[in-house]
């Protein structure tokens, strides 16, 4: 098991992509998290780069979640869900 959590991505990319990944835009994802829209787009590509598959979709004015992409977003959704209430 301690393996398993040393391949797990850093949390920030993680919160990154869920906020790119609710609103399609880095932009709004960076004012959310006080951030750059540069450091969001580098946080997705440094994911991205880690678990070896592309997340989004980049096409010109518009961001769209791949398969992938949509099935991290509902596991990092739950689990920042889950670690809010247990914080809370």
Same mark, same amino acid.
């Given at each position: 098991?301690?393996?398993?959590?040393? !391949? $797990?991505?850093?949390? #920030?990319? $993680?919160?990154?992509? #869920?906020?790119?990944? @609710?609103?399609?835009? *880095?932009?709004?994802?960076?004012? /959310?998290? *006080?951030?750059?829209?540069?450091? &969001? %787009?580098?946080? &997705?590509?440094?994911?991205?780069?880690? $678990?070896?598959? !592309?997340? *989004? !979709? @980049?096409?010109? @004015?518009?961001? %769209?979640?791949?398969?992938?992409? /949509?099935?991290?977003?509902?596991?990092?959704? /739950? =689990?920042? =869900? @889950?670690?809010? /209430?247990?914080?809370?």
């Amino acid at each position: 098991m301690n393996n398993d959590r040393r !391949r $797990l991505p850093a949390l #920030d990319p $993680l919160k990154g992509f #869920d906020a790119a990944a @609710r609103h399609l835009s *880095f932009t709004r994802a960076a004012e /959310e998290l *006080f951030l750059t829209q540069s450091a &969001i %787009s580098r946080q &997705i590509q440094t994911l991205e780069a880690q $678990l070896g598959v !592309r997340l *989004f !979709r @980049r096409e010109a @004015r518009r961001l %769209s979640l791949t398969p992938e992409g /949509e099935v991290l977003q509902r596991a990092v959704a /739950e =689990a920042l =869900a @889950r670690l809010g /209430e247990v914080c809370a």
